[in-house]
């Protein structure tokens, strides 16, 4: 299997990162990664490396989408950029999936304008994984649509439930409607309406879920707009981060909190890996007649390992037939 | 001053905990509250209480709204609860603001009908605040309304514009728009226009702001739908529980670890007090014509005490006066 990977995306030193995830991903698991983006850097971050790896090569792409860029404008006028060759890698056949760290907006754009959709879908989705105290569970759309209308969640809801069955290993998916009341007559008139498909849908539909059940691992697939989405991730990211800081600060201001600070150390390695999204790799965007994943802008190199075998998975699973044949039904 | 607290509402042992925050209160800041709901009951329990005061009274209410019962049919059927009652005492001149910890919905829509809307401002909005390193920030709406227009969402910010200021000591508060991305453009059809709305008000509009600006405190005033903001509200109450619980849970796991808990005893309580929700007391129902704050079904002794004092607050920052005249501009 080969991966095309776009090493010019992400915040900081993005293609020092990219490149040494790539290189943990191809030792611990034999797959190709193509790394895509400007040739010299590339071949110049490569030479850094303590070690070589005949399952890498590069792909030259001259131009580079930036994390802000508009992205129906980069859609238009950056065709030799890194995430659009990437992409079209796959397109070409010559990789089975793509990954990249980039402009989340370009990379959907691109990926919608050269892969297509799956027959029966009308809306691409952002599939992400939130940590629960057990686990993880998948909420989708994270981002990639607003002012959806209750067919699209109610395509999220089979395509999230089928990858979860798939990818995660669940067995009869519980699917929730995020909202703000148990009851069916709760929410907004999207919800309500979208209720009333869900109920008589195929999938496992235990009702709606509140913003308390979110991360208590109670539901394997939780289903919303991006908009709403979005802002859960985002807002929630932010404060795992700042309970962890304010944590460490306290421990910092008196030799008692430094002290307990040495002492946990260790726990509190392991307390972070439960709630980091590194762990978790990327977001996969559902929908696409291909496969791409999109990893976080502030990616490391373990969460671009992670993202890659969250692609080659994808791949494996076939599940983009798989959602093809669920739609159908 | 004179406060009525509906000692029925709450999730646990509800007038315990009513009781004692009353009395807490009463002690501290000398005003008067009226302790509303079944008399026997309260009398049993003022009775097991080390102290008495002159500055609490009772006032019977035969009814309870149940925490799960409809708004509406409580409405209709239920004129003789610990809510209504309090609400009507207020109305009558009796008490200058209701205190709440029980149904939310039915303490909103109660107050509603007695109360009635400020001239101008269209409909109520649950102003929450929110725990950021430095402080705290406020957002409306915490889901008084879904399916909220623009125009509401303007007379949100102008509410929590004003509520920041007089009560909250923030100079020319800042505020943002609940969106997902900065720009202009982004956003749904609800932000996109509300934001051209907002562009042209009075206030100190800032723009958009997204998920993960909400808890940096870079912001005054977080204005969003209910929808939104009641689940933002709920995920992130009920996140930083699970990020304390699993913290905990890897503390016990080590003899490491139990010795750092025991060292981080007064760390922990210090880092807890930042992210409590008991330590801001309550919500604020801005928009109608009388003072009603309503506290978490949850609240302990301490978060009723807190929701008191922050009624007295409004009643004596004369904010509902403060809100028509900006409203009128």
């Known amino acids: 299997m080969r991966i095309a990977l776009d090493c010019m995306g992400g915040d900081v030193s993005p293609i020092f990162k990219n490149i040494s995830g790539a290189m943990e991903a191809v030792e611990k698991d034999g797959f190709e990664v193509i790394l895509v983006g400007e040739k010299d850097a590339l071949e110049k971050e490569l030479s850094k490396c303590a070690k070589t790896s005949p399952l890498l090569r590069i792909e030259h792409a001259e131009e580079t989408v930036a994390m802000d860029e508009s992205p129906s404008s980069a859609v238009r006028r950056k065709r030799n950029s890194s995430i659009w060759v990437a992409i079209q890698l796959v397109k070409e056949g010559k990789a089975e999936a793509v990954v990249s760290a980039g402009n989340t907006g370009a990379a959907m754009a691109m990926a919608?304008?050269?892969?297509?959709?799956?027959p029966?879908?009308?809306?691409?989705a952002i599939a992400t994984r939130l940590p629960t105290p057990e686990g993880f569970s998948i909420l989708l759309d994270a981002g990639a649509n607003v002012d959806s209308k209750p067919e699209h969640l109610c395509q999220f809801a089979l395509m999230g439930s089928v990858y979860a069955q798939d990818c995660c290993g669940r067995d009869s998916p519980r699917v929730g409607l995020l909202s703000i009341g148990e009851e069916e007559s709760k929410g907004n008139e999207l919800t309500r309406e979208t209720y009333e498909l869900l109920k008589r849908s195929h999938i496992n539909f235990i009702g709606n879920i509140e913003g308390k059940d979110i991360f208590t691992g109670n539901v394997d697939v939780i289903v919303c707009d991006g908009f709403v989405g979005n802002i859960v991730l985002k807002s929630s990211e932010f404060l795992a981060e700042m309970v962890e800081s304010l944590l460490r600060e306290e421990l910092k201001a008196s030799w008692c909190g430094r002290l307990a600070g040495l002492l946990m150390k260790p726990i509190y390695r392991n307390f972070r890996k439960k709630?980091?999204?590194?762990?978790?790799?990327?977001?996969?965007?559902?929908?696409?007649?291909?496969?791409?994943?999109?990893?976080?802008?502030?990616?490391?190199?373990?969460?671009?390992?992670?993202a890659l075998f969250c692609a080659k998975e994808f791949v494996e699973h076939n599940l983009n037939k798989r959602i093809e044949e669920?739609?159908?039904?």
Do not use: D, T, W
């Open 112 to 118: 919608k304008v050269q892969f297509g959709m799956l």
């Open 120 to 124: 029966h879908v009308e809306r691409p």
């Open 275 to 306: 709630l980091s999204h590194s762990e978790y790799g990327g977001a996969l965007l559902l929908g696409i007649n291909g496969v791409c994943v999109i990893s976080h802008g502030g990616s490391s190199p373990k969460a671009i390992k992670n």
């Open 326 to 329: 669920a739609i159908a039904v």
